[in-house]
């Protein structure tokens, strides 16, 4: 997800850590962030929804049938994630059913979830399968970080965007990116209205005053990717790299949002090659009015209105790529739990800047790595990356340090290292989920390196070195002093490579080293007068960098 500004609830201490789906029947599956949200004793295999969407007046019946594989033997009750109703607002249930059989239901009055008794007690690995009627306005989702599901937008706009917990909110689930499913929806609307939703659009069913729209997610989906779009749409198409459908839906005229959106083919392209080839059947976005950012629903991403109408279009190209990165990474390979969010949004972040330094050479890459490292010092949290309070779940340190942890591992592994490891890291979780721990895993195999310093220092650990660079010249030698102090607790400084690039007489000399300690010290021998040094010239340190010429010995001194 691209963000807008928004709110969230504090995090809750002392959640408890992931549970495996074949745990107990519970209302929970386990998620240290979000505990309230999925279920276990089974596992869905299909969601099949159709719904009647009326974008006018902001309502939705709907008929869903969950076809599962039981987890627990002797299940005989099992609970959903399904908002319950709200200031007379929401969606109210007409019938259930289990294998055909009518079900009792119970939905309670403190949590969204939904209570199903089976008729009959199952053995695991049998199948079964829910069918569920409701209908009503749907009230928002619970996290109000984002978006809260399907809800109406604009006077004549209704659409789905449910990161990380609103799918709920129109779709009775196991409402957790840990289980993921096959989807077919079957999107009813009146005419002229236009629906769309993630996967293959199967066939299109003209009514009597109303157009039926059937699209399969062939690929296994987390919930929270789940979405649909009723609007005034326009549609503009395009090919894709390996024949993939690229379509568009556009609420103002087509040819100014191909202004921007004209550079999805290049984008798959050039992610396609640095991972893997584009891993779902179709692509495309749809505008979502009132939405100021972006949102990577699998095969589908949602787009605010304004990106489209820009009247500088390059300049949210960088949106459009951050997006479709995600369908490699957030999308194919999902996380284990909400802990893992920087995941999706580190590499999404990064992979869009190494897509427009396809277009416009790497120097530039090295300018935009120091506005995202700009970004994560002048809003750092003291907070490991992998340990977000749930209202920092998508803050700095997920999106723009996530990036910078990425670029860094590959200034430290080298290209080649770094490519084969988040390649064989994606090719084994891809349709699944993944931890940070994957991750370390399979770049480890790759380089041959140990890289738990690495993980421990810049995902497990909060904060962000700062280095106080003096420097003075010599005759032909210059000195460069690396003083950093360390946190109250804790290590006591960050181990970092060092490089510096010393200046003069239109020349540069390089020296590197290691600030593994309060102090640290470089030489340079120079064959000119130096006029400046520059720490990190290549851009590949996460660092806050303060550099001084020191007039006399006594100035070289840190202070510490």
Request: contains cysteine; charged residues 20%.
């Given at each position: 997800?691209?963000?807008?500004?928004?709110?969230?609830r504090?995090?809750?201490?002392?959640?408890?850590g992931?549970?495996?789906?074949d745990?107990?029947?519970?209302?929970s599956?386990?998620?240290?962030?979000?505990s309230y949200?999925?279920?276990?004793?089974?596992?869905?295999?299909?969601?099949?929804?159709k719904?009647?969407?009326?974008?006018?007046?902001?309502?939705?019946?709907?008929?869903?049938?969950?076809?599962?594989?039981?987890?627990?033997?002797?299940?005989?009750?099992l609970?959903?994630?399904?908002?319950?109703?709200?200031?007379?607002?929401?969606?109210?249930?007409f019938?259930v059913?289990?294998?055909?059989?009518?079900?009792?239901?119970?939905?309670?009055d403190?949590?969204?979830?939904?209570?199903?008794?089976?008729?009959a007690?199952?053995?695991?690995g049998?199948?079964?399968?829910?069918?569920?009627?409701?209908?009503?306005?749907?009230?928002p989702?619970g996290?109000?970080?984002?978006?809260?599901?399907?809800?109406?937008?604009?006077s004549?706009?209704?659409?789905?965007?449910?990161?990380?917990?609103?799918t709920?909110?129109w779709?009775?689930?196991?409402d957790?990116?840990?289980?993921?499913?096959?989807?077919?929806?079957?999107?009813?609307?009146?005419?002229?209205?236009?629906?769309?939703?993630n996967?293959?659009?199967?066939?299109?069913i003209?009514?009597?005053?109303?157009?039926?729209?059937?699209?399969?997610?062939?690929?296994?989906?987390a919930?929270?990717?789940?979405?649909?779009?009723?609007?005034?749409?326009?549609?503009a198409?395009?090919?894709?790299?390996?024949?993939?459908?690229?379509?568009?839906?556009?609420l103002?005229?087509?040819?100014?949002?191909?202004r921007?959106?004209?550079?999805?083919p290049?984008?798959?392209?050039?992610?396609?090659?640095?991972?893997?080839p584009?891993?779902?059947?179709t692509?495309?976005?749809?505008?979502?009015?009132?939405?100021?950012?972006?949102?990577?629903?699998?095969?589908m991403?949602?787009?605010?209105?304004?990106?489209?109408?820009?009247?500088?279009?390059?300049?949210q190209?960088?949106?459009?790529?951050?997006?479709?990165?995600?369908?490699?990474f957030?999308?194919?390979?999902?996380?284990?739990?909400?802990?893992?969010?920087?995941?999706?949004?580190?590499?999404?972040?990064?992979?869009?800047?190494l897509?427009?330094?396809?277009?416009?050479?790497?120097?530039?890459?090295?300018?935009?790595?120091?506005?995202?490292?700009?970004?994560?010092?002048?809003?750092?949290?003291?907070?490991?990356?992998?340990?977000?309070?749930?209202?920092?779940?998508?803050?700095?340190?997920?999106?723009?340090?996530?990036?910078?942890?990425?670029?860094?591992?590959?200034?430290?592994?080298?290209?080649a290292?770094?490519?084969?490891?988040?390649?064989?890291?994606?090719d084994?979780?891809?349709?699944g989920?993944?931890?940070?721990?994957d991750?370390?895993?399979?770049?480890?195999t790759?380089?041959?390196?140990?890289?738990?310093?690495?993980?421990?220092?810049?995902?497990?650990?909060?904060g962000?070195?700062?280095?106080?660079?003096?420097w003075?010249?010599?005759?032909?030698?210059?000195?460069?002093?690396v003083?950093?102090?360390?946190?109250?607790?804790?290590?006591?400084v960050?181990?970092?490579?060092?490089?510096?690039?010393?200046?003069?007489?239109?020349?540069?000399?390089?020296?590197?080293?290691?600030a593994?300690?309060?102090?640290?010290?470089?030489?340079?021998?120079v064959?000119?007068?130096?006029?400046?040094?520059?720490?990190?010239?290549?851009?590949?340190?996460?660092?806050?960098?303060?550099?001084t010429?020191a007039?006399?010995?006594?100035?070289?001194?840190?202070?510490?």
């Amino acid at each position: 997800m691209h963000r807008p500004g928004a709110g969230a609830r504090p995090h809750a201490p002392g959640l408890p850590g992931p549970a495996a789906l074949d745990a107990p029947g519970e209302p929970s599956i386990g998620d240290p962030y979000l505990s309230y949200l999925g279920n276990t004793g089974y596992d869905v295999q299909r969601y099949v929804v159709k719904a009647r969407v009326d974008p006018l007046a902001g309502r939705v019946e709907a008929d869903t049938t969950i076809e599962a594989r039981v987890t627990l033997d002797g299940l005989d009750r099992l609970s959903l994630d399904f908002m319950r109703p709200k200031d007379g607002k929401g969606l109210a249930i007409f019938t259930v059913t289990a294998d055909g059989q009518p079900a009792t239901y119970t939905r309670p009055d403190d949590a969204d979830k939904l209570w199903i008794d089976l008729p009959a007690a199952k053995a695991a690995g049998d199948a079964l399968t829910l069918r569920l009627t409701y209908g009503g306005a749907p009230v928002p989702g619970g996290a109000d970080i984002f978006s809260g599901g399907l809800l109406p937008h604009g006077s004549d706009t209704m659409y789905a965007i449910s990161e990380p917990d609103g799918t709920r909110n129109w779709i009775p689930s196991n409402d957790h990116p840990r289980d993921k499913a096959l989807f077919r929806f079957e999107i009813t609307a009146p005419k002229p209205f236009v629906a769309t939703a993630n996967g293959v659009p199967v066939e299109t069913i003209d009514g009597a005053g109303e157009t039926t729209a059937v699209f399969e997610m062939r690929q296994p989906m987390a919930t929270y990717l789940a979405t649909t779009a009723v609007g005034r749409y326009r549609t503009a198409d395009q090919a894709g790299p390996g024949g993939v459908a690229i379509r568009h839906y556009f609420l103002n005229d087509p040819a100014d949002g191909m202004r921007v959106a004209g550079v999805t083919p290049d984008i798959l392209g050039v992610i396609g090659r640095l991972v893997a080839p584009y891993p779902f059947d179709t692509y495309g976005h749809y505008a979502a009015p009132d939405f100021g950012g972006g949102m990577e629903n699998q095969s589908m991403t949602a787009i605010g209105p304004g990106a489209f109408a820009s009247s500088t279009p390059r300049s949210q190209h960088g949106l459009i790529a951050h997006e479709a990165a995600h369908q490699w990474f957030g999308d194919a390979v999902s996380p284990y739990t909400w802990s893992d969010i920087w995941l999706n949004e580190g590499f999404a972040t990064y992979y869009a800047e190494l897509w427009r330094a396809s277009r416009v050479g790497p120097e530039p890459l090295g300018w935009r790595m120091e506005a995202l490292r700009y970004a994560v010092l002048s809003r750092a949290l003291d907070l490991p990356v992998t340990q977000p309070l749930l209202a920092d779940m998508f803050g700095t340190n997920t999106y723009e340090k996530g990036g910078w942890v990425l670029h860094m591992l590959r200034a430290t592994l080298g290209d080649a290292a770094y490519t084969a490891g988040v390649r064989a890291y994606y090719d084994a979780h891809r349709f699944g989920n993944a931890t940070t721990a994957d991750l370390q895993a399979a770049l480890q195999t790759a380089s041959g390196q140990d890289l738990e310093p690495f993980f421990a220092q810049w995902l497990r650990r909060g904060g962000n070195p700062s280095l106080d660079v003096r420097w003075r010249q010599v005759g032909d030698t210059v000195t460069v002093r690396v003083c950093q102090a360390g946190p109250p607790v804790g290590p006591a400084v960050f181990d970092v490579p060092v490089v510096v690039a010393v200046h003069g007489a239109g020349r540069s000399v390089r020296a590197a080293g290691r600030a593994d300690a309060p102090v640290a010290t470089l030489t340079a021998v120079v064959p000119f007068t130096a006029e400046g040094v520059t720490v990190d010239p290549d851009f590949a340190l996460l660092a806050d960098i303060l550099v001084t010429r020191a007039a006399t010995e006594a100035d070289m001194g840190c202070g510490l």
